[in-house]
């Protein structure tokens, strides 16, 4: 079992819906949790990063942490076509290497 | 501002050539991280430094490769006798401190082994 787990989709979904990526995880150690997006052929972009449990909000994008669940959200409100991308959760503990979930792949119809 | 960046963008080799890949941090981050991305492997931790500190290099899956990073800034990763099974994507992260956990990606460099 990896120590981070996401489904890989595809996920489809119409322009303007409300999108929720999760992952799970069973390292107790970990501490940060990040969500990356990455476009076709392009390096991993950090949009979200929260330290233990609780909410993140930035625009559209919120960010939720469980920890006595050890369960990652990451919710996209009026999805874009933009949007459609790899979504890749990531864990760690302070200072060292990020673990990745396997990725999921988004995609937004207009 | 400047991100990270890594040369070459692509890179085409006969298997059992040494390649050697260059990433150039973040001006003033002290962590750096280089981890690879493949098909059906997703992305993986290959080694880590911080500072002046030893490098963890838990990650790397052979002694083929090795890395090291100059005067704290620009590191190299280089892979000898290159296999077939090397071809992936490389990227290197870095963070202004480790102990933040947050890391930065630069574009990757795109390995294809011959």
């Known amino acids: 079992q990896k120590e981070v787990e996401q489904d890989p989709g595809p996920l489809s979904v119409p322009e303007g819906a409300i999108v929720s990526l999760n992952c799970t995880y069973s390292?107790?150690?970990?501490?940060?949790f990040m969500w990356y997006r990455q476009y076709s052929r392009k390096g991993p972009e950090l949009l979200m990063y929260t330290y233990s449990s609780g909410n993140k909000e930035d625009g559209r994008f919120t960010a939720q942490v469980d920890k006595s669940s050890k369960y990652i959200s990451l919710f996209i409100r009026d999805s874009q076509p933009s949007d459609s991308a790899t979504y890749l959760c990531a864990s760690n503990n302070a200072g060292n290497m990020l673990t990745f979930g396997g990725g999921t792949r988004l995609m937004v119809k207009p | 501002g400047a991100g990270v960046s890594q040369s070459p963008s692509n890179k085409v080799t006969e298997k059992g050539k040494d390649v050697e890949l260059r990433c150039d941090p973040i001006?003033?981050?002290?962590?750096l991280y280089w981890y690879r991305q493949s098909l059906g492997q997703g992305l993986e931790f290959l080694i880590y430094f911080q500072g002046n500190s030893a490098p963890d290099k838990s990650g790397l899956p052979s002694d083929r490769f090795s890395a090291e990073r100059t005067g704290g800034s620009v590191s190299t990763l280089t892979i000898q006798r290159t296999q077939q099974e090397d071809s992936a994507v490389y990227l290197c992260a870095s963070s202004l401190l480790a102990v933040l956990g947050e890391q930065f990606f630069g574009p990757g460099t795109r390995l294809t082994v011959l």
């Open positions: 001006s003033g981050h002290t962590a």
């Open positions: 390292n107790s150690a970990f501490q940060y």
